[in-house]
């Protein structure tokens, strides 16, 4: 493993310690929890630095324009692929290294996930959010090591669990430390090939005391069902996304690419750019309505 020295990034030294008060979890400048909703934004995979930083400054405008606080996301490594042929990544470290540097030209904190003990140390030196995947939710080792790291951290739920089921994720988290986490509900196995998204289990998380977010494009994936490529219903996620936020929750997760049918991963159920404005603004207003 390369040493801290090499790899701690000005932008890591910079950035602050994620603090929990009142129930808000704080990410670098933006805050889950509070009145406005939190949005994590970004493509599925990461393509290289100039399509992340180009992706990054489009979403950034967008965001601005409507007043909106985000944490932009990307990912280092598929490592759940279907096929094993399929596009998986850059690796950790030049992939935390670019997703931080973007995030700092923009002025956004950044997540990504991680899928070892080994890649939380090396995330932590750049990565403001820690995000453990949903098939690795329950790996004890995993969990404790993202806990120690200090960064904030958020586990999706997997797709086998009952809401219910979070409660010892937490206590994982809380015996190694860590306060500030939330959790992500992404649907659950509803058959073969094909999820559910219960709006009740946002409701019951949030009734334990956690922060949610709801993660719409990962919801209407039909896991496996392409065989060996990504398939799902993306025209759905944005119907899902709006339902979620009716049903009340503190952000909502949705992966976003300039022209999906040419991403390497994930392409089905992304949301095109040019639809991300006309998304959120539906998003906003359900949003206010209900205060």
């Not at 409507?66 to 280092?76: C, D, E, M, W």
């Not at 790291?149 to 937490?170: C, E, S, Y």
């Not at 992304?270 to 949003?287: A, V």
Request: hydrophobic share 40%; net charge positive; proline share 6%.
């Amino acid at each position: 493993m390369p040493s801290k020295k090499t790899t701690v990034s000005s932008r890591a030294k910079r950035a602050a310690k994620p603090a929990k008060t009142s129930g808000v979890l704080r990410i670098g400048s933006v805050t889950l929890g509070g009145k406005e909703p939190l949005f994590i934004l970004g493509p599925c995979v990461i393509e290289g630095a100039k399509p992340l930083l180009k992706a990054a400054r489009t979403i950034k405008s967008i965001c601005s324009d409507l007043g909106v606080q985000f944490v932009f996301k990307a990912s280092y490594d598929k490592a759940n692929r279907t096929s094993g042929s399929s596009y998986r990544g850059i690796g950790v470290l030049d992939g935390c290294r670019m997703l931080a540097e973007a995030g700092a030209s923009i002025g956004v904190p950044v997540t990504t996930d991680i899928h070892s003990p080994q890649e939380a140390e090396i995330a932590s030196e750049f990565i403001d959010l820690l995000q453990i995947p949903a098939f690795l939710c329950r790996q004890t080792d995993l969990i404790e090591a993202a806990a120690r790291t200090g960064r904030a951290v958020n586990v999706k739920k997997g797709q086998f669990l009952a809401p219910w089921d979070l409660a010892p994720i937490a206590g994982k988290l809380r015996a190694s430390g860590c306060e500030s986490f939330c959790f992500t509900e992404r649907g659950t196995t509803f058959g073969y090939n094909n999820l559910v998204a219960d709006m009740r289990s946002l409701y019951w998380i949030r009734e334990q005391g956690f922060p949610v977010i709801f993660d719409a494009t990962h919801s209407v994936q039909r896991p496996g069902g392409g065989g060996g490529h990504t398939t799902g219903d993306g025209h759905l996620a944005p119907v899902l996304a709006r339902a979620a936020m009716a049903a009340g929750v503190d952000g909502i997760f949705l992966e976003t690419h300039e022209n999906p049918a040419k991403a390497p991963s994930d392409g089905p159920n992304q949301i095109p750019h040019n639809k991300l404005p006309g998304t959120l603004k539906s998003l906003l207003s359900i949003r206010r309505a209900l205060d």
